[in-house]
């Protein structure tokens, strides 16, 4: 009986990649999303006491170009699973102001299964949440911000479609294990004194000091922080009185922390410093990545991206406030160009002088040099009226 059914299933194989005009493939037998994790990886995690339906947690660092995956151990405390290098993000360091300006989001975000996308036009992909609390408090837009597969982003973190199926797993698992939701904590670089350092001036170094304090409280416990937003400011594991709430536009109110957590992160920050005031005296660090610089940036992304989409010749690069042009720089110059060009030419001889001029060359005798002097000085005259012509004709002069 099993055989027969084997065989069964073996000819409907062969029967749908016979059919050329059938759209079905080997996904629809076994669906992409439901992919097994690798069994080396599931050994690895064995070995440090995961489980494969064990919580998850992700991190990203944009100038990396790194995405990890860590997972709960038997102890309760997460540790790194593995590591995907990025296949693509968009934009720039520093957070998603507005739709349209291209920037893959910084923060913290949580994602839950009804974010997850088994039928993405990029294979797989989740949506991380934004804008989340903190952002509409600041009046940020955008939508459909993902971690994706294809390779391609306009705004999102894109894995190619091998990494994205491993990622989806991970997620899926540990929905299965009764996780009701992940924590992503999306960073522009690895948050170390010395990276601080190399940003201190940066217009988003307030933001990115605020991110720290959670990136350091992962640190020190290895448990995703409790997140809330109040006063338009991230705050992490910090315990409201009974009978009050965080509310991300209002006041912060009086809270508490563990004791415990608070002492170690006293401990951690000493060290933090020390190292900080040494990365300021050294000059072996590198050079900062380009970063946003704030609203007004992003807004002339946004518009650029707007044009672009009405099919409006833009430059092949976003703006900055560096470089403030939307519009095609090349087609703004052309005019410039011809009328330089133009104006560069020889002026053509006077009509009575160029009449002067003998039809033909006379030969053997003391004037042939004088008359070739003469038209060696018409020829580039001649050449230079001929082209003048062609350009104007060009460009519609």
Avoid at 315 to 338: D, G, H, I, N
Wanted: net charge positive; aromatic share 10%; with cysteine.
């Amino acid at each position: 009986m099993k055989t027969s059914i084997a065989r069964a299933s073996l000819l409907m194989m062969a029967a749908l990649f016979i059919a050329g005009c059938t759209e079905a493939t080997f996904e629809d037998i076994a669906p992409k999303a439901e992919k097994r994790l690798p069994p080396a990886l599931v050994q690895s995690m064995r070995a440090k006491g995961m489980s494969t339906t064990s919580p998850i947690m992700v991190r990203i660092f944009k100038e990396e170009a790194v995405l990890e995956v860590w997972k709960q151990k038997d102890n309760g405390r997460y540790d790194l699973a593995t590591s995907y290098d990025i296949c693509k993000w968009s934009g720039k360091l520093g957070p998603k102001f507005t739709e349209g300006d291209r920037q893959a989001p910084e923060g913290f975000y949580t994602v839950r299964p009804h974010q997850m996308n088994p039928q993405s036009s990029y294979h797989l992909s989740f949506n991380i949440g934004f804008p989340n609390a903190y952002d509409r408090a600041h009046g940020r837009t955008g939508q459909h911000l993902m971690v994706h597969g294809a390779c391609s982003s306009a705004g999102c973190y894109s894995m190619t479609d091998e990494q994205v199926e491993q990622i989806y797993a991970f997620a899926r698992d540990a929905f299965k294990g009764g996780q009701t939701d992940f924590q992503i904590q999306a960073f522009p670089f690895r948050m170390t004194a010395a990276n601080m350092a190399r940003y201190q001036d940066d217009p988003n170094y307030e933001f990115w000091t605020m991110l720290k304090e959670g990136y350091d409280h992962f640190e020190i416990t290895k448990v995703p922080p409790k997140v809330d937003v109040c006063g338009k400011r991230y705050v992490f594991n910090q315990i409201a009185p009974a009978g009050t709430t965080f509310s991300p536009t209002a006041a912060c109110p009086a809270t508490t922390q563990p004791e415990s957590l608070s002492v170690a992160y006293k401990s951690y920050q000493s060290t933090y410093d020390s190292a900080f005031s040494a990365a300021l005296g050294s000059r072996k660090s590198s050079t900062p990545a380009p970063t946003i610089a704030g609203v007004k940036e992003a807004a002339l992304v946004a518009d650029w991206s707007r044009r672009r989409a009405r099919g409006e010749k833009v430059t092949r690069l976003p703006p900055s406030l560096e470089r403030p042009q939307v519009l095609m720089a090349e087609e703004q110059k052309v005019p410039q160009k011809l009328e330089a060009t133009v104006a560069a030419l020889p002026t053509p001889a006077p009509a009575t002088q160029q009449a002067a001029a003998p039809a033909v060359e006379p030969e053997g005798n003391a004037q042939s040099e004088t008359v070739a002097a003469g038209a060696q000085a018409t020829q580039p005259e001649r050449e230079g009226k001929s082209l003048r012509r062609r350009l104007l004709g060009m460009f519609g002069g």
